[in-house]
């Protein structure tokens, strides 16, 4: 696609509960980045993947999260048993390349979880 | 620890007046520095990205500057108009891709008539 697609845009869920995000990178793009966006926070480094490994884990804040990519496109973070602190704007981008440091990141409009 | 650091929090000024962003970054080490420009519900757009040996970078009334030494760059913003209205956020890189990003928490700018 022409961007960098997310879905939901918005997604309100219960406590304990699990949520998928989705993100559908612009093609060709090898590289997707997942960070988090809590409010007067800057963007959180969550998980980095290169085609569909994920080199960098490191940002992940739990073992409730995981994400996968498949076919070198699409990904999917999942947050298992959601808890309130989960709450914030996870936001999908995708560059060419993975470690060249000049690599511009497109984001999309992120995902906007709210836990109740 | 790296960080980056920006000022003001927030900014309000009338349309057609410029102003000057800042940000103070402890990246090492460093790879560039990016500013960003953050539209209300939407995803950071990138405005400029220069590299150690770059001054200053200009995309059209924005103009960002770079001084590696005193590790601060400033984006300024000039004949401010409606649409300038968003945050912008300063993303110092180490070297590396994307993980390897340090996020400023952004200024808040207002433009009103």
């Known amino acids: 696609g022409a961007g960098v697609s997310q879905s939901p845009s918005n997604k309100v869920t219960e406590k304990g509960k699990d949520v998928e995000l989705r993100c559908d990178p612009i093609?060709?793009?090898?590289?997707l980045y997942w960070y988090r966006q809590s409010l007067g926070q800057g963007l959180e480094f969550l998980i980095y993947?290169?085609?569909?490994?994920?080199?960098?884990k490191s940002g992940l804040p739990s073992d409730r999260f995981s994400a996968e990519r498949t076919g070198g496109s699409v990904s999917t973070l999942t947050i298992q048993r959601t808890q309130q602190e989960d709450s914030a704007v996870y936001l999908c981008?995708?560059?060419?390349?993975?470690?060249?440091?000049?690599?511009?990141?497109?984001f999309g409009a992120g995902s906007r979880l709210t836990v109740l | 620890k790296n960080q980056v650091e920006q000022s003001p929090q927030s900014l309000i000024i009338l349309e057609g007046k410029n102003c000057t962003l800042q940000?103070?970054?402890?990246?090492?080490?460093?790879?560039?520095l990016r500013w960003y420009k953050q539209d209300t519900g939407r995803g950071p757009v990138s405005l400029t990205i220069?590299?150690?040996?770059?001054n200053t970078k200009s995309n059209g009334r924005y103009t960002a500057t770079l001084d590696a030494d005193t590790k601060q760059s400033s984006l300024h913003i000039t004949a401010s108009q409606l649409s300038d209205s968003a945050s912008y956020i300063c993303?110092?890189?180490?070297?590396?891709?994307?993980?390897?990003?340090?996020f400023g928490t952004g200024t808040q700018l207002k433009v009103e008539l």
């Open positions: 981008a995708s560059s060419l390349g993975g470690q060249s440091g000049a690599n511009v990141l497109t």
């Open positions: 093609s060709g793009h090898t590289a």
């Open positions: 993947f290169q085609g569909n490994s994920a080199p960098d």
């Open positions: 940000c103070n970054y402890t990246v090492s080490p460093f790879s560039n």
């Open positions: 220069m590299t150690f040996s770059e």
């Open positions: 993303v110092v890189s180490s070297t590396g891709g994307g993980n390897k990003l340090t």
